[in-house]
């Protein structure tokens, strides 16, 4: 199969039904197609990390990332999400788009470091809930169990305020963590304490090396 041009893979992303009713507790922010397919065709395109690899996508709400793995030729995706009904359109967008290799476990992704899947995955893609709110520090969470559930690579998305404290944390779990771009990420006001229409946000996309870790 021809591999997908970024633009292709961003119409395909469009078509991916995202959250009927978001959950503010569990920040369900659905990653735009247009950041979903950027950073798919980079983690493809630029580190080979996605054809042919075993892909695990945390907290995968209802399956952008998962999905654009899949179209770039991941041999296999699994993504892991807490809510049953994220999980749900996640199943039912995988269906709609008749994709093989591709199935969403309902689990909570921080249970997943010394089970079965540690180590299991060639590359881990993820956009962790950012920590705000009530979920303070979730986002590290989330990378600390990311960073042993791969060998390769982990691929993350992460509030650009916390560039200086990621740096240092990735290091200490033996990662070696670089900035791949600055983005700004458009927030649409999908809940109610939202004032303005959308809201960028300024965000870091993360690629962390954990091939030569032990």
Not at 129 to 155: I, Q, S
Not at 172 to 197: C, D, M, P, T
Request: with cysteine; charged share 25%; proline share 4%.
């Amino acid at each position: 199969m021809a591999r997908l041009k970024l633009k292709k893979l961003e119409e395909y992303l469009q078509c991916v039904d995202g959250f009927e009713k978001p959950k503010i507790m569990l920040e369900q922010y659905p990653t735009p197609p247009h950041i979903a397919a950027c950073m798919v065709h980079h983690m493809q395109a630029q580190h080979d990390d996605i054809e042919g690899k075993f892909v695990g996508d945390l907290g995968c709400g209802c399956g952008m990332l998962s999905i654009g793995a899949t179209l770039l030729g991941a041999q296999l995706t699994v993504g892991f999400e807490l809510d049953g009904d994220a999980v749900d359109i996640y199943r039912n967008n995988v269906q709609e788009m008749e994709l093989p290799n591709v199935d969403c476990v309902r689990t909570d992704v921080l249970q997943l470091p010394g089970s079965k899947w540690e180590k299991t995955f060639d590359t881990i893609v993820m956009n962790p809930p950012f920590g705000t709110k009530h979920n303070a520090g979730m986002d590290m969470r989330f990378l600390e169990a990311a960073l042993r559930l791969a060998t390769g690579a982990v691929y993350s998305l992460h509030k650009t305020s916390t560039r200086a404290y990621i740096q240092k944390k990735s290091l200490e779990w033996g990662a070696s963590g670089s900035v791949v771009a600055e983005l700004r990420y458009n927030i649409e006001a999908s809940y109610k304490f939202h004032k303005r229409q959308s809201k960028d946000i300024e965000v870091d996309f993360w690629r962390f090396d954990i091939s030569g870790k032990d």
